[in-house]
Structure formats: structure tokens, C-alpha cells
């Protein structure tokens, strides 16, 4: 970075980091992640409900199976709300070198025929996972922006995040996401639990995040920012 003419960065989280390095504020340009709606729409959602849902609540985990994405969290978390409520369910999509550590575990919890890892799946069938799921949760230790949490809004799914690095930036908490401290599983449990039980407020959740999507994140917006800032460089 101390090299380049200029710096592109996808979230206002970064800004920080460049600022210790010292990193001239005239050469950053934020322009956010962004997330194809024509893909993550309802139109390309199989008709077909996939057999893995097979419980009456739904929860989605999608990204790399690693410490830093909180994985570990969730399923200690997912075994406390299991407790609850017997009539849900757990999807981990991604692979990772925790995978083997998950599963063994969600054995140890007794929880491993409510708990599904699909592995790596193409990414057009994302859309479709996130249409059938109830909520999906990104529990990072660490995350610079997650794009994932932009395909979630694009589909109308509830988000539950972790309150870490340029999550918050992206969701609001209480407006359109629901957010809890990091490695906190019994905050994680009563979020969830809580979203279960209040399906008018997830709706309104949803509905306030799928506006944020379109007004910031869309594809089409993140070009016309891509667009003024080349013309700004040229400049």
C-alpha cells in the first residue's frame, strides 16, 4: 500500500489500519462490496426444497470453516438453543480445517443429526439455500466487510452477526440485523431464540435491510462509484 499510486478499499473499516501506516487520505477510495441481485433473487430459487431442510427452523452458516469466522460459536451456541427448541436445524456451507473438529463435537454435543455440512456448493445455489433457510449467521472473530451478509439482504433473510470489525459498519443493530459480542453463545442463543419467536419483527428487519441493499450495495450502484472514482484518478 505504501507503494501504490492509489487504494481501493470495500470497507470504511480499512480506513484505520492505513491511517497508522501513514497512508495519505487523497489516494483512498472506498467503494463497498457488492452483490448481483439478478443471481440473489427469488427467481433463481429451485422450486424443489432441498431434502437438508428438514426441520421447521432453519439456521445458515456460509464462508470457510476456520476460527476466525466463529464457527466454533455457532455450534455451541446452536447446541444450547437445541435445548429449546427440538424443531431446528443447523446448515454449515463452506469447508475449512475446523470441519473435522466440527463434526466430532457436534457428536460430543448430541446434536449431530441436526447439524448438516454441505461442503463447498456452486455458487448458484446460494440463493436457493438462503431462500429455504430462517436465518443466517455470521459469527466472525474477525471480518473485514462479509460479503455474504449482502446476499442475505438481497434475499430478504434475517442476519445475525458478530459485532467485529466492519460487520457493524454494514448492519445496523436492531434495524435491519440483529448483532452480539463475539464468542458469546448464550448473546447468539437469545438472538436466535428471539428471532424465532417474533416473525413480524424479522419481516420489518428484513425488509429495512433489503432497502440498505439496493440503495448501497447493488451491482449496479457499486459500478457508478467504481466509474467516479476511475474519473477521479484520470482527473
Known amino acids: 500500500v505504501k507503494k501504490a499510486d492509489f487504494i481501493r478499499i470495500a470497507s470504511p473499516f480499512l480506513f484505520e ?33 432441498p431434502k437438508v431442510f428438514n426441520n421447521e427452523f432453519n439456521l ?6 476456520l476460527l476466525s469466522k466463529g464457527v466454533d460459536t455457532l455450534l455451541e451456541a446452536f447446541s444450547l438453543i437445541e435445548k429449546e427448541n427440538a424443531n431446528i436445524g443447523l ?40 431462500s429455504y433457510s430462517d436465518i443466517l449467521i455470521l459469527p466472525s472473530v474477525h471480518e473485514g ?21 466492519g460487520i457493524p459498519l454494514v448492519i445496523d ?3 435491519d440485523g440483529l448483532l452480539f459480542e463475539a464468542g458469546d453463545f448464550n448473546s447468539l442463543k437469545s438472538k436466535v431464540l428471539f428471532l424465532i419467536k417474533n416473525k413480524t419483527f424479522a419481516s420489518k428487519m428484513t425488509k429495512a435491510a433489503h432497502k440498505k441493499f439496493i440503495t448501497n450495495y447493488e451491482y449496479e450502484v457499486s459500478i457508478n462509484m467504481f466509474l467516479d472514482m476511475y474519473k477521479s484518478i484520470l482527473k
Open 17 to 49: 489500519p492505513l491511517k497508522k501506516l501513514n497512508i495519505d487520505r487523497d489516494k483512498i477510495f472506498l467503494v463497498p462490496a457488492r452483490c448481483d441481485s439478478e443471481l440473489f433473487s427469488l427467481d433463481n430459487v429451485n422450486s424443489i426444497k
Open 60 to 65: 445458515l452458516f456460509v464462508g470457510n470453516l
Open 91 to 130: 446448515i454449515f456451507v463452506g469447508d475449512g480445517e475446523e470441519k473435522e473438529r466440527l463434526i466430532f463435537r457436534s457428536r460430543e454435543l448430541g446434536v449431530d443429526n441436526k447439524v448438516k455440512f454441505l461442503g463447498r456448493v456452486n455458487y448458484e445455489e446460494i440463493p436457493t439455500l438462503m
Open 145 to 165: 466487510f462479509g460479503r455474504v451478509l449482502l446476499e442475505a439482504m438481497s434475499m430478504h433473510l434475517p442476519i445475525i452477526a458478530s459485532n467485529v470489525g
Open 173 to 175: 443493530d436492531g434495524k
